[in-house]
């Protein structure tokens, strides 16, 4: 079916807009997520005339697009993930059943992977296996291994600070 490009991207926008949302605030504080989801459909906008409204494997593309969005703000501010420490909570921010040591346990472990396992385990919170594999190129089967072998080894980081999930 053949859409006018404001039809098409109204639908993208309605479709994953709370997902690529929730792909940023993983990563970043809620204004930050909010702009970097706003300029992933401004550079969607812009990107969708050269597809002339015809998007096959949509999810994967616009995960795609939000992908790079991403590297482009951590280029540009040089920067990397946000830790926040104790200091940085303030005592009625903090839900009565956070467990620090355990949350602290959980940022270490996933500091131990590379940037991309990371990513990795980000995307696959939102992708299917096949639009994983689509982003990375390869198959289906490829991205479910990949994404069971970067499990396990988080898990492993997480076994030897003997932390139990």
């Known amino acids: 079916?053949?859409?006018i490009p404001a039809e098409a991207f109204d639908e993208l926008w309605e479709?994953?807009?709370k997902k690529i949302y929730a792909y940023f605030r993983r990563q970043f504080d809620e204004a930050t997520a909010e702009d970097l989801c706003q300029q992933t459909f401004m550079n969607v906008w812009?990107?969708?005339s050269s597809y002339q409204?015809?998007?096959h494997k949509s999810k994967a593309w616009v995960f795609t697009v939000a992908k790079n969005v991403r590297n482009d703000y951590l280029r540009t501010v040089q920067s990397r993930e946000r830790i926040y420490s104790y200091a940085d909570l303030s005592e009625n921010q903090i839900p009565v059943e956070y467990n620090f040591?355990?949350?602290l346990?959980?940022?270490r472990a996933m500091e131990r992977l590379t940037k991309e396992e990371r990513?990795?385990?980000s995307v696959s919170q939102y992708l299917s296996s096949r639009e994983v594999g689509s982003l990375y190129g390869i198959s289906a089967s490829a991205a479910r291994s990949r994404v069971q072998k970067v499990k396990a080894?988080?898990?492993g980081f997480l076994a030897e600070m003997e932390v139990n999930l």
């Open 153 to 155: 080894k988080l898990k």
């Open 1 to 3: 079916m053949d859409y």
């Open 53 to 55: 409204g015809k998007i």
């Open 119 to 121: 990513e990795l385990l």
């Open 105 to 107: 346990s959980i940022q």
């Open 15 to 17: 479709k994953y807009n």
């Open 101 to 103: 040591d355990e949350a």
């Open 46 to 48: 812009r990107y969708f």
